[in-house]
């Protein structure tokens, strides 16, 4: 399997695990009309950060995002990197208790929380153990498993399709640009794992313009299908929009007559993804920032599991964990625009003999 198509898989897939749940409410906050333009800007905003982030990267072709960091300063990089590692703890910490709220309401409704917490912490932190070379071979078979899904659920929710539901498309208030919680959008776009990859493959940014077309397909899907189906005053006021959506289909003459069976059999596979990815991602960063030879990535990824596991239970109600979790995407969104930046500066400045590597 050629390795940049097992990359364009996990980009899409991080992508599907946050966008069917937060993406949808935050575009419906900020506006009321023209809701594609919005999509359509974060995903140009996206795909800008993207390039300066390979731009920078193509700078120090032998060198990781960490390795990068290190070269400007080892301080630099703790200073930076910390605060970086706790934001991740505890994104995985309120996406798996999120999915999880949602899975206990699909599945298993009399199931207490935490035992579906410690299923999904274990099976991430395990295969983040198996290293990078594991995750990605499991994007080929989840992108078989779920992708198929996703393409039925999108299709066989058209039938309950009401046109007139969207009628504003060009109008956007300009004041939906300047709300924070456009700037929360960019923390939905986990595309900082790219960095600490690209060095053991061939990744081009021209190699991931497929795989960013696919994600901004979807991300319009998700945002539409619940509007076309309820309105815009109707979906402001439900918890979960795409899944309301997924549940006023009926698919009775299939074996399952309820379309969230596949909406929830989707989101096992991707929350249990993307955290594997993230878990990677501070495992990682931990071996390099703290090198030891008896602490290893592994050692630092079940570390940080069993953390993000307490920080997930000691929440107590679905309301503050949605509201934390939105806090921690936000500040995600600081690290999703300053770390391409400063590597395409630190790297432009270098090549032109301005700045010198930290020896």
């Given at each position: ?243 309301e959506a997924m549940d006023s289909v ?83 969104s600081f690290f999703m625009v300053t ?21």
């Amino acid at each position: 399997m050629i390795r940049p198509l097992q990359i364009g898989l996990t980009f899409i897939i991080i992508q599907l695990s946050f966008g069917y749940l937060i993406f949808p409410d935050l575009i419906y906050d900020l506006t009321n009309t023209a809701h594609w333009a919005l999509v359509m800007c974060h995903g140009i905003v996206q795909l800008f950060l993207i390039w300066i982030y390979f731009k920078g990267l193509s700078y120090f072709p032998q060198s990781d995002v960490v390795d990068v960091y290190f070269k400007i300063g080892r301080w630099v990089a703790f200073l930076y990197f910390i605060p970086f590692v706790i934001n991740l703890i505890l994104i995985v910490a309120f996406n798996n208790r999120v999915h999880t709220e949602v899975i206990i309401s699909i599945f298993l409704p009399r199931t207490p929380y935490w035992s579906i917490l410690i299923l999904l912490f274990f099976i991430s932190a395990y295969t983040a153990t198996k290293g990078i070379g594991t995750i990605l071979r499991c994007s080929v078979f989840l992108s078989f498993l779920v992708i198929p899904l996703v393409v039925f659920n999108i299709f066989s929710s058209t039938v309950n399709f009401d046109l007139h539901n969207v009628s504003q498309v060009w109008d956007l208030p300009i004041q939906s640009w300047l709300d924070i919680k456009f700037f929360y959008l960019l923390g939905l776009s986990p595309f900082l794992f790219l960095g600490f990859i690209t060095p053991e493959t061939n990744l081009s940014f021209r190699k991931l313009i497929v795989a960013w077309i696919s994600v901004l397909l979807f991300l319009l899907s998700v945002v539409y299908i619940p509007l076309f189906i309820f309105g815009q005053e109707t979906v402001v006021r439900l918890p979960n929009p795409f899944l309301e959506a997924m549940d006023s289909v009926d698919i009775s003459w299939f074996s399952f007559n309820r379309q969230t069976v596949f909406f929830g059999v989707s989101l096992v596979g991707l929350v249990i993804f993307a955290n594997a990815v993230i878990l990677l991602m501070i495992g990682h960063v931990m071996e390099k920032m703290f090198q030891s030879r008896k602490v290893r990535a592994p050692h630092w990824i079940i570390g940080t599991s069993i953390l993000s596991f307490i920080f997930a239970v000691i929440v107590p109600n679905k309301m503050l964990i949605e509201q934390y979790f939105l806090w921690s995407i936000g500040a995600q969104s600081f690290f999703m625009v300053t770390t391409p930046f400063i590597i395409f500066i630190y790297g432009f400045l270098s090549k032109r003999g301005v700045l010198e590597y930290e020896k």
